[in-house]
């Protein structure tokens, strides 16, 4: 049985629409992204719809039905969905495209004299997108930008410009003169790596300094810090003096109180002094009862007073066996940073100079005692002692009014006392290195030099007490 088809072509040998015209097979289409070099349209997956029977890629046959049933035409093809490089190439090319657009712009507004109140158009007269547009339609950072396939015989095609270019980069400029890029820290002066390396190698940054006769504060071996003395400072006190060596900073108070003298000692008085470190003054004390130092300082203090000569006791007596003053000194550390015992020696003796002792008598018909508040008397200071501090380096190097840090890292400390007549009063030398004759004689003439220049900051006060 013949369909209509085969019967009209046997009737009219011209072609009619009930004859199927022969049909090609589909020829696969090669990718957008496949060049020269790739393994093929099979590998990026485009190599066309595949047939609902046959080879891949081909159209399917028609089918005739029986009677006067018409074939159904071929379906569309249907190219698959491209890789995801391919969407975002285009993507990336609508912004080089935006971004070239913006790039004319610019330069049609610097050409035109019209700054940048005129607004750029395209060829059609749409206006140029902006920056921000260029920067929505951008992809993501994660992809890379693939350039497209070069012309035979040039070389690969360049990346789309970037507009505006990015400002160049500045390093923040730190105080001190250092500039920082990132984590790197870049200092004319050194400062920051001359920190690193005192905190590491203490020892050796401090030995690095006396090899050149000098020390990290800018003293030489054998200079003392700044000293400052202020007489009567405390007005509730019998006798006051503040003294500053550096930024150690030191005051003494000195009350007067009348008590019976000891039966032993029938004819002298008493003087008490003691010695405070509070935990303001420096983080290493801590509050409470007198810690190791104090009670060392203190008894050190009562050394230097009793081998000194520099009160009499027998100067305090007022009556034989019946009332004697009695002074307590309390030498009180506001500000520690090492050689306390020179500033505890040298508030001491300011404050002694300054104390006003009142007129006492005592009553022979009723035995008591009298104090006239208008009449006052100096204290008698027979002699003035000053005390000088030396701290040994290596066991060879000395160097004089050590701070808190360079106590730490000496091998040894020594405390020379001397009076006004160059007498050696007292030696304190708790341990630590040996010292030779020779190196305790150059001590010795240090502190007489030393004990002037004391002498002259009292003297300078006095008139004015």
Same mark, same amino acid.
């Given at each position: 049985m013949l369909c209509l088809g085969a019967l009209c072509q046997v009737r009219h040998p011209t072609p009619c629409r009930n004859t199927l015209p022969a049909q090609p097979p589909a020829q696969a289409?090669?990718?957008?992204l496949c060049r020269p070099g790739r393994a093929g349209p099979a590998a990026c997956g485009t190599a066309g719809p595949p047939g609902r029977a046959g080879t891949p890629g081909s159209a399917p046959a028609p089918r005739l039905g029986a009677g006067i049933e018409r074939p159904r035409p071929p379906p569309p093809p249907r190219s698959p969905p491209g890789p995801p490089c391919a969407a975002l190439t285009r993507t990336r090319r609508k912004a080089a495209r935006a971004? =070239? %657009?913006? +790039?004319?712009?610019? @330069?049609?507004?610097?050409?035109?004299?019209?700054?940048? =109140? %005129?607004? +750029?158009?395209?060829? @059609?007269?749409?206006?140029a997108r902006r920056d921000s547009d260029a920067e929505a339609a951008a992809p993501p950072a994660r992809c890379r930008w693939e350039p497209?396939?070069?012309?035979?015989?040039?070389?690969?095609?360049a990346p789309p410009p970037l507009w505006p270019p990015l400002p160049p980069v500045r390093p923040r400029r730190l105080p001190g003169g250092q500039a920082a890029r990132g984590r790197h820290i870049r200092g004319g002066d050194g400062t920051a790596m001359a920190a690193a390396f005192k905190t590491v190698e203490p020892l050796e940054y401090y030995r690095r300094f006396l090899?050149?006769?000098c020390r990290p504060d800018g003293r030489e071996l054998g200079e003392f810090r700044t000293t400052t003395v202020n007489i009567g400072s405390i007005t509730t006190a019998d006798g006051s003096a503040l003294v500053k060596l550096g930024n150690t900073t030191v005051i003494c108070g000195i009350k007067a109180e009348l008590a019976a003298p000891a039966v032993d000692s029938a004819?002298?008085?008493?003087?008490?002094?003691?010695?405070?470190?509070?935990?303001?003054c420096a983080e290493r004390f801590r509050s409470g009862p007198p810690g190791e130092e104090a009670q060392a300082a203190s008894q050190y203090i009562a050394d230097v007073i009793e081998n000194s000569q520099m009160i009499v006791k027998?100067?305090?007596?007022?009556?034989?066996?019946?009332?004697?003053?009695?002074?307590?000194?309390?030498?009180?550390?506001?500000?520690y940073d090492g050689n306390l015992l020179d500033a505890s020696v040298f508030a001491l003796l300011a404050a002694l100079k300054n104390v006003q002792l009142p007129l006492v008598t005592i009553n022979e018909e009723t035995g008591l005692s009298e104090v006239n508040l208008k009449q006052k008397n100096p204290l008698i200071i027979r002699k003035h002692p000053v005390a000088t501090s030396f701290a040994v380096f290596d066991d060879t190097l000395l160097i004089v009014d050590p701070t808190a840090e360079e106590e730490d890292l000496a091998t040894g400390t020594v405390t020379i006392v001397?009076?006004?007549?160059?007498?050696?009063?007292s030696v304190h030398k708790?341990?630590?290195s040996p010292l030779t004759g020779a190196k305790l004689q150059d001590c010795i003439t240090r502190a007489i030099t030393r004990h002037k220049e004391v002498k002259k900051l009292i003297d300078k006060w006095l008139p004015e007490c």
């Amino acid at each position: 049985m013949l369909c209509l088809g085969a019967l009209c072509q046997v009737r009219h040998p011209t072609p009619c629409r009930n004859t199927l015209p022969a049909q090609p097979p589909a020829q696969a289409q090669p990718c957008r992204l496949c060049r020269p070099g790739r393994a093929g349209p099979a590998a990026c997956g485009t190599a066309g719809p595949p047939g609902r029977a046959g080879t891949p890629g081909s159209a399917p046959a028609p089918r005739l039905g029986a009677g006067i049933e018409r074939p159904r035409p071929p379906p569309p093809p249907r190219s698959p969905p491209g890789p995801p490089c391919a969407a975002l190439t285009r993507t990336r090319r609508k912004a080089a495209r935006a971004a =070239s %657009a913006s +790039a004319a712009a610019g @330069r049609d507004r610097g050409s035109d004299g019209s700054g940048g =109140s %005129a607004i +750029a158009r395209g060829s @059609r007269g749409a206006p140029a997108r902006r920056d921000s547009d260029a920067e929505a339609a951008a992809p993501p950072a994660r992809c890379r930008w693939e350039p497209p396939a070069p012309p035979s015989g040039q070389g690969p095609a360049a990346p789309p410009p970037l507009w505006p270019p990015l400002p160049p980069v500045r390093p923040r400029r730190l105080p001190g003169g250092q500039a920082a890029r990132g984590r790197h820290i870049r200092g004319g002066d050194g400062t920051a790596m001359a920190a690193a390396f005192k905190t590491v190698e203490p020892l050796e940054y401090y030995r690095r300094f006396l090899k050149e006769n000098c020390r990290p504060d800018g003293r030489e071996l054998g200079e003392f810090r700044t000293t400052t003395v202020n007489i009567g400072s405390i007005t509730t006190a019998d006798g006051s003096a503040l003294v500053k060596l550096g930024n150690t900073t030191v005051i003494c108070g000195i009350k007067a109180e009348l008590a019976a003298p000891a039966v032993d000692s029938a004819n002298k008085g008493y003087i008490v002094p003691n010695v405070e470190l509070p935990s303001l003054c420096a983080e290493r004390f801590r509050s409470g009862p007198p810690g190791e130092e104090a009670q060392a300082a203190s008894q050190y203090i009562a050394d230097v007073i009793e081998n000194s000569q520099m009160i009499v006791k027998e100067d305090l007596c007022i009556a034989n066996g019946k009332l004697a003053w009695v002074l307590y000194c309390d030498i009180i550390c506001l500000d520690y940073d090492g050689n306390l015992l020179d500033a505890s020696v040298f508030a001491l003796l300011a404050a002694l100079k300054n104390v006003q002792l009142p007129l006492v008598t005592i009553n022979e018909e009723t035995g008591l005692s009298e104090v006239n508040l208008k009449q006052k008397n100096p204290l008698i200071i027979r002699k003035h002692p000053v005390a000088t501090s030396f701290a040994v380096f290596d066991d060879t190097l000395l160097i004089v009014d050590p701070t808190a840090e360079e106590e730490d890292l000496a091998t040894g400390t020594v405390t020379i006392v001397t009076d006004e007549e160059g007498r050696l009063c007292s030696v304190h030398k708790p341990g630590g290195s040996p010292l030779t004759g020779a190196k305790l004689q150059d001590c010795i003439t240090r502190a007489i030099t030393r004990h002037k220049e004391v002498k002259k900051l009292i003297d300078k006060w006095l008139p004015e007490c």
